[in-house]
Nanobody, 121 residues
Framework: QVQLVDSGGGLVQTGGSLRLSCAVSGGAVNDYATAWFRQAPGVERELVAGMGWTTFYGDSVKGRFTISRDDAKNTVYLQMNSLKPEDTALYYC?????????????????WGQGTQVTVSS
């Protein structure tokens, strides 16, 4: 059974940086497409960045966020720079057996528990 454990969230000031981590167990991270979603209160879950056969970044994070993977550590990362108050949300790591990325949360097979990111103005 594949399990994902998110970590690395916290409180940061505008312009600051955070690095989120997603530790994968029960499978090799390079066998899956992986992604980071985020969800703010009252808003649908949004695909922020993904890595599969292609790499995707949402328009609001392009140039500021970077998704990467360390196969030896079986971990996926999201480096977030130049953070803004509108980046405040609960961030979730996700994985799916298909290499195709999708913006639809329902097609992703595995989810982390979420890690809170709060950016103060």
């Amino acid at each position: 059974q594949v399990q994902l454990v998110d970590s690395g969230g916290g409180l940061v000031q505008t312009g600051g940086s955070l690095r989120l981590s997603c530790a994968v167990s029960g499978g090799a991270v390079n066998d899956y497409a992986t992604a980071w979603f985020r969800q703010a209160p009252g808003v649908e879950r949004e695909l922020v960045a993904g890595m599969g056969w292609t790499t995707f970044y949402g328009d609001s994070v392009k140039g500021r966020f970077t998704i990467s993977r360390d196969d030896a550590k079986n971990t996926v990362y999201l480096q977030m720079n130049s953070l803004k108050p509108e980046d405040t949300a609960l961030y979730y790591c996700a994985a799916r057996s298909s290499g195709t990325l999708s913006m639809r949360p329902s097609v992703w097979d595995y989810w982390g528990q979420g890690t809170q990111v709060t950016v103060s103005s």
